[in-house]
């Protein structure tokens, strides 16, 4: 009852429910789809990792951007989208977002979510990095995550969408015919559903979020294991960009040592007039781009860790005592808590900060439908390559992508129902024994991924690192693939052991591109190969499960992207499975 790809290794399902619909994930991805596909008449389920608002959209402070403003206009924020992106962004997918943007917001709020207006009642906006306008509309200072979450939660339980909390997904099932027919999960104390079992639906939507647990230090909650990627893999879609991960440049400092999920210091603090300054206090982004500490992320988190290497230094400053303490703690209360939990005040004091892992700017790649390459297998938010981000995410494009790519999923969900009747019967998953299962690794061994990602993969990457860091990975795989050959052994299955190999399945794919990408670009940033090359690489990597279990990294021409199929077989050597 899976794909024809590698399976998870997992007990067979023990029960089923059906629907038109899954929906896997609750964020502001997922349950903007999950509530569009319910007005559009479609029986939806909703399958999430923990709780409903357990997800990567509650921690966004900053906000979320849209030509909101008097005097903005779609076109200048497309224009600042570009930029961004580094000549990697597809200039339709980016067109889409910027102009349904606005109304997208518009139907957020009559949704129930409130932003923060001004003394006239209108939508009070900001500016982050990138910006040339004020086009951030946030929420509770620095809570805007948190809001549209609420908001998103209360509407879908008040009409009575059907969810499955505390469940994660394990791999795609599909029909005769090789379309989508539903998921199987493994579920956690949810009564009548509670082990492996599986969602029978013709359309699944995957909403599962990033993969920033992949590194050590990151802004990610913990749940951000890169599932959705890796089930997507396994069921033979194509994943595109994996190598750019953006890394946020003001992440709360807590340490050399420090691990998991670190506290963000929103851009929108750098929008406000606070300033970097290293230890002498000295603005060092200044005359380094025209923007200053609001240039773009990739160049800031460049320019923090330079002078860190120049100085011998663990972390920069981010001072803001100019604020005073009423603005601190009207306009930033969730960072003023944080700093201070750390015995950090902001108010009379720099912060320390220091880039962390934050974004993955690549994912499963889609056209602007949100259609990945498996039939009946849509993908939105962060876990998809939309084509909008390019070489490096835009502040706070990733709410409004959220928003919008999920509405055009859920409208072609429901033409293609009303056109060919496809979503009007329960599919039949069909088996496939020839199907191998993926071995397992232990727990301990997530540590062990992490810490080979961050020394080898992390802000600054070159060809000798990422080489260690392959190495690295591949033996961990070949590990414990020779034990389940030789004797049928790999770790016990369960929630841990799942999360942990499908870190490492998505950390083999990002080493391997990022090493296939010989140029700096975005927040691709290559020691060896410091400058940008448009002529050798203004085009997509592209990865692939091939039918022989071998996964084969491709490129295409950027004016390729999406949604056809690259042939080009770049690397020589395929990844074993």
């Known amino acids: 009852m899976t794909s024809t790809g590698i399976r998870l290794h997992a007990p067979a399902p023990g029960w089923s429910i059906a629907a038109d619909v899954v929906v896997v994930g609750s964020g502001v991805a997922g349950l903007t789809a999950a509530l569009r596909c319910e007005a559009a008449g479609l029986t939806t389920v909703v399958v999430t990792k923990a709780r409903l608002d357990d997800g990567s959209t509650r921690w966004a402070q900053g906000g979320i951007a849209a030509a909101l403003g008097e005097g903005d206009t779609p076109e200048q924020h497309l224009d600042d989208t570009l930029v961004a992106g580094a000549g990697l962004c597809d200039e339709e997918a980016v067109r889409l977002l910027v102009t349904e943007g606005p109304d997208a917001v518009r139907r957020l709020i009559s949704t129930g979510a409130h932003f923060d207006t001004d003394d006239e009642g209108g939508i009070q906006l900001t500016r982050e990095g990138g910006h040339h306008r004020r086009r951030i509309a946030h929420a509770g200072g620095d809570a805007t995550g948190a809001e549209i979450s609420r908001a998103l939660v209360e509407a879908v339980r008040a009409r009575g969408v059907r969810t499955v909390e505390n469940a994660l997904v394990l791999d795609l099932l599909t029909d005769a015919d090789g379309r989508t027919a539903g998921v199987t999960l493994h579920v956690m104390g949810e009564g009548q559903h509670d082990g492996v079992g599986a969602v029978h639906a013709p359309a699944v939507v995957l909403a599962t979020g990033g993969m920033g647990q992949v590194f050590s230090a990151t802004t990610n909650p913990s749940v951000s294991t890169g599932d959705g990627v890796a089930l997507a893999l396994r069921a033979g879609a194509e994943v595109s960009d994996l190598e750019f991960v953006q890394f946020h440049p003001t992440v709360l400092f807590l340490g050399a040592d420090a691990e998991g999920q670190q506290p963000l ?303 080009a077989l770049v690397a020589p050597r395929p990844l074993e499975q």
Not at 335 to 349: K, M, N, Q, S, Y
Not at 351 to 374: F, K, L, M, N, Q
Not at 439 to 466: D, H, K, N, W, Y
Request: proline share 6%; with cysteine.
């Open 265 to 567: 210091v929103s851009e929108a603090v750098r929008g406000e007039g606070a300033h970097l300054v290293d230890g002498d206090g000295v603005r060092f982004m200044v005359g380094q781009h025209e923007l200053a500490e609001l240039a773009p992320r990739d160049i800031v988190a460049k320019g923090i860790m330079r002078r860190m290497r120049e100085q011998g230094a663990e972390h920069m400053f981010l001072d803001a005592r100019h604020f005073g303490a009423d603005m601190w703690e009207r306009r930033f209360p969730t960072i003023l808590a944080a700093c201070r939990a750390h015995g950090i005040d902001p108010v009379t004091e720099p912060v320390p900060v220091a880039p962390a892992a934050h974004y993955a700017s690549g994912g499963v790649r889609t056209d602007s439908h949100g259609r990945t390459t498996v039939p009946g297998l849509y993908a939105c938010g962060e876990v998809a390559c939309t084509g909008v981000h390019g070489a490096n995410r835009l502040a706070s494009n990733s709410l409004l992508e959220g928003l919008v790519y999920a509405e055009r999923i859920a409208a072609d969900i429901a033409r293609e129902r009303a056109d060919n009747g496809l979503h009007a019967r329960v599919p039949q998953p069909v088996a496939h024994p020839e199907t191998p299962a993926h071995p397992l690794l232990a727990p301990e061994a997530r540590f062990v991924i992490q810490r080979i990602m961050t020394e080898g993969a992390g802000v600054l990457r070159s060809a000798a690192s990422l080489a260690t860091a392959a190495d690295r990975l591949e033996r961990l795989h070949a590990e414990a693939r020779g034990a389940l050959e030789e004797n049928g052994k790999t770790a016990e299955p369960g929630v841990d052991t799942w999360e942990t190999t499908n870190l490492l399945c998505v950390a083999r794919v990002l080493v391997a591109a990022a090493r296939l990408r010989e140029e700096t670009r975005g927040c691709h940033w290559r020691e060896d190969h410091a400058e940008r090359d448009d002529t050798h690489w203004r085009r997509h990597i592209v990865v692939r499960l091939d039918p022989d279990r071998t996964t084969a990294v491709h490129t295409t021409d950027d004016a390729d992207f999406p949604p056809t199929r690259p042939e």
